[in-house]
């Protein structure tokens, strides 16, 4: 199963929608997939799976750090789109954020060990949503990952976001002694090649991420849709053709 995780410690870049769109993605054409909801704020639970009963994915962490098994069978749940599961996170009442202040940095592998667990179930992409930090849980999130994709948005904010992110990210490798996640790919979102700052922003990007590999998404109401009809946008119709073409270029990338 190969794992990617969408992250960036400034929020408002879109990881939910474009994590929900590139897990749709892979399951509509590549295998069956698994969405992780990792932000306390339970986005895309409330969007994918909104009534939840049983298993979150914050008890999972908490009955694996008393040396439980993690309970997948009640936690793992069919999401209405063909191929696509999800690992809900309750926004309101959930626990994860308690796990994240507590145990999450005396248990930096413990993500880890779930996808390890979840790698026999029979999904091919697992995608990890994050919240808009770099703490122990967010670390946690990345170790766990094959591959970090990270959203930015077309300003200056964006530029430096990006940089502070990409040196978290190799300070997190020095202190863990590992070489994961890869990190290659970055997605400007909300392009508009019409406004000359976007431009300049992807051209400065481009310079200063050699190696790197960048994929443009335009602003999409799209996105507004499924949100309104609790799904992915690939259950809908009326996607712009450059959305389509982008994120069919990432999971075959991805792939």
Known sequence: MKTITLALQKGGVGKSSLSMALAGELAANYGPSLIIDGDPQGNITGQLYPNIEGQE???LLFDMAEGKEPALKEAVRKTAFPNLSIIPTA???GRLRLYSETLASQKPNA???LVRHLGA??????????SPAFGPLEKSLLIAADECITPVMGDVYGQDGLHIFAENLKQLRIDYETERP???RI?????????TGHERVLETLRSGADGMEFYCLPTDPIYRRAQDAGTVIQALTGTKEATRAELSRLAKSIY
């Open 57 to 59: 994915l914050a008890d």
């Open 91 to 93: 926004g309101l009442d």
């Open 111 to 113: 993500i880890k060990h």
């Open 121 to 130: 179930w029979g999904f091919k992409y697992c995608v990890i949503d994050t």
């Open 182 to 184: 890869q990190y290659n």
């Open 187 to 195: 997605l400007f979102n909300a392009y508009d090649k019409r406004i």
